[in-house]
């Protein structure tokens, strides 16, 4: 079991950035895969960003590409998600997640572990 705990929302102008933090509990943290979604109201979870277990491999989705950097330390238990030049279409909570695989997942379902959320408001 594995438990995930985020940090480091909060409100930023547009243009600013911001990085969020995703600690996690539990054994054999470097097994996991892991993975930022973010919801805005109203609307779908949506794939963010995506690591496996070594940080050898990223995926982005394409609205957040050249923006964002998702990384992570083993040696820690943190997967970290820098957003630099952020818009106020990037305003949502965001929620960090895990699953055991030594690949990258973007589908949501496809997670075991999920994180309670960050709030991320940009305002223009």
């Known amino acids: 079991q594995v438990q995930l705990v985020e940090s480091g929302g909060g409100l930023v102008q547009a243009g600013g950035s911001l990085r969020l933090s995703c600690a996690a509990s539990g054994r054999s943290f470097s097994n996991y895969a892991m993975g930022w979604f973010r919801q805005a109201p109203g609307k779908e979870r949506e794939f963010v960003a995506t690591i496996n277990w070594s940080g050898s491999n990223t995926v982005y989705a394409d609205s957040v590409k050249g923006r964002f950097t998702i990384t992570r330390d083993n040696a820690k238990n943190i997967t970290y998600l820098q957003m630099d030049s952020l818009k106020p279409e990037d305003t949502a909570v965001y929620y960090c997640?895990?699953?055991?695989?030594?690949?990258?997942?973007?589908?949501?379902?496809?997670?075991?572990?999920w994180g309670q959320g960050t709030q991320v408001t940009v305002s223009s």
């Open positions: 997640a895990g699953k055991m695989s030594t690949y990258t997942y973007t589908q949501s379902a496809s997670y075991d572990f």
